[in-house]
């Protein structure tokens, strides 16, 4: 009987170091996920934090806080990926304007107010291109100078935005406030990144 008892034995001993290897295995597996869902929770609470110097801190959040992972923690990330987000608005507001106005029997206020709506919307671009180009390369001794480069045009980014609203001040009719409502979008996203941005300058 003594050989089947260690036989036992030794099946006994197996079965509990297999079970305690795997044990260790499934909780060594689960740690980057927890790690991944703090890292997650703190750059969303980042996010929410930095906001809260925005006019609009509840959009300012909801646009930015599905680039997270790509933010982290840095303001300067926060502030490219704003610019980014007003860009592509500007661009897609421009193009439904475009599509409002095709095929319209517009008067010619609505007419002017529309071309220019869309030049002013233009020179926004152009003057958020420049600053996300001048925000990659801010080493050096020329921060400040280049970092008020980028205040200056992302201003008058905003300046445009809203000058294409005054436009339709006059205006009457269904696609004013269509147009306008689009715009007003736009223009509270630059206002958004030119506050960022203004905040990473006094720090």
Known sequence: ?????????????????LSNNLTIIIATSRLPLQTNSDSNAT?????????????Y???????????????????M?????????????????????????????????????VADCLENMSDSMDEMKKSMVEMKDLD???FNEKMGNVKTWV?????DEDTCMDGF???VGKIKETIRGYIVN??????????????????
Do not use: H, W
């Not at 609470?45 to 110097?53: G, P």
């Open 1 to 17: 009987m003594q050989p089947f008892t260690c036989s036992m034995l030794s099946l006994l001993a197996i079965i509990i170091f």
């Open 186 to 203: 736009v223009a509270e996203l630059t206002s958004i990144a030119l506050s960022l941005i203004t905040n990473i300058s006094s720090t």
């Open 155 to 159: 201003s008058a980014a905003l300046t």
């Open 43 to 55: 750059n969303a609470d980042f996010i929410k934090a930095s906001c809260q110097v925005t006019k």
């Open 169 to 171: 001040e006059d205006n």
């Open 77 to 113: 990330e926060l502030a490219n990926a704003a610019l980014s987000v007003s860009l592509k608005s500007a661009k897609s507001t421009s193009k439904i304007v475009r599509e409002l106005a095709k095929g319209r029997d517009l008067s010619m206020r609505d007419g002017q107010a």
């Open 57 to 75: 801190a509840d959009l300012c959040f909801q646009t930015l806080s599905p680039y997270a992972a790509t933010i982290n923690i840095n303001p």
């Open 140 to 142: 050096g001794p020329e």
